[in-house]
């Protein structure tokens, strides 16, 4: 499969790797060019391109940056994408640590039915409940008992599935966790997130979820702050 992936930090260059190590063809894109990733292309195999040509290239894109950084990309980036194209987001919202305060989301969008609107696309969510270093050393083959279970939210049924697809291959067990608008399920502060929790886990997890963000997890009126001092 070629797969498009739009950020190169801590998830990109993690499912770059492993996507590599399955035998897809990678393309990936950060903000600054290809030729600031010549270490990712030498450590992985996957080819560095422009954001445009990630977008372009891949059955599957997926968009990993961070959120407050979601309006910057190019308006046009699926332009001439066909529809088929599964468009996965990985992002987490961190008003208080990175992004500042998103209206939208404080007043109760879901956070990646916020980038689907933003980038005017469906989207997949997935990828966004587990650590980097998890996704990149932790997956097992799928005769293994007690997976980490990853969920995948998304309004499109054949889009989920081939999703669901790469996180089975990755080494976890996928879970249907709806649609878009219910992916409050898996959002940060919910019991699946950065749980590493198993099948089961994970369905009683998203069952046991509450919609209410959580103050921890709303921006306030100094933020953002840092990871270190988060406002
Ligand atoms: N880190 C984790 O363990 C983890 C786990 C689950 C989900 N997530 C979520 O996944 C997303 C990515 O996290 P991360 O930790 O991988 O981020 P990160 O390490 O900070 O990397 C961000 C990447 O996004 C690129 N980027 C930023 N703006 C861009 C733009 N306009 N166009 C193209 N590329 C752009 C950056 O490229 P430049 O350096 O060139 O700007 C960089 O390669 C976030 O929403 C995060 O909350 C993270």
């Known amino acids: 499969?070629?797969?498009?992936?739009?950020?190169?930090?801590n998830i990109g260059g993690t499912l770059a790797r492993?996507?590599?190590?399955?035998?897809?063809?990678?393309?990936?894109?950060?903000?600054?060019?290809p030729e600031t990733l010549t270490a990712i292309e030498r450590d992985t195999g996957a080819v560095a391109v422009t954001a445009h040509e990630a977008a372009?290239?891949?059955?599957?894109?997926?968009?990993?940056?961070?959120?407050?950084?979601?309006?910057?990309?190019?308006?046009?980036?699926?332009?001439?994408?066909?529809?088929?194209?599964?468009?996965?987001?990985t992002g987490n919202y961190y008003p208080r640590e990175r992004d500042g305060r998103i209206a939208a989301i404080e007043e109760g969008v879901t956070e990646s039915r916020w980038v689907a609107?933003?980038?005017?696309?469906?989207?997949v969510k997935a990828f966004n409940t587990i650590e980097a270093a998890h996704l990149g050393s932790k997956g097992k083959p799928?005769?293994?008992?007690?997976?980490?279970?990853?969920p995948v939210a998304g309004d499109d049924a054949n889009a989920k599935a081939t999703v669901l697809r790469l996180v089975d291959q990755l080494g976890f067990d996928g879970v249907d966790a709806g649609t878009l608008d219910e992916s409050w399920r898996q959002q940060p502060g919910s019991p699946v997130y950065g749980a590493d929790r198993d099948l089961e886990g994970?369905?009683?997890?998203?069952?046991?979820?509450?919609?209410?963000?959580?103050?921890?997890?709303r921006a306030t009126a100094a933020s953002p702050g840092s990871y270190d001092a988060p406002r």
């Open 202 to 217: 994970v369905r009683q997890g998203l069952l046991d979820a509450t919609r209410e963000r959580q103050p921890a997890w």
């Open 117 to 123: 609107d933003q980038l005017g696309r469906p989207v």
């Open 18 to 33: 492993r996507f590599r190590e399955l035998g897809h063809e990678v393309l990936i894109a950060n903000s600054r060019g």
């Open 56 to 89: 372009r290239g891949g059955d599957v894109v997926v968009i990993t940056i961070p959120e407050s950084k979601i309006p910057a990309l190019p308006s046009d980036l699926f332009d001439g994408v066909p529809d088929t194209t599964v468009v996965v987001d």
């Open 1 to 9: 499969m070629k797969i498009g992936i739009i950020g190169a930090g």
């Open 142 to 150: 799928s005769t293994t008992d007690g997976r980490i279970a990853l």
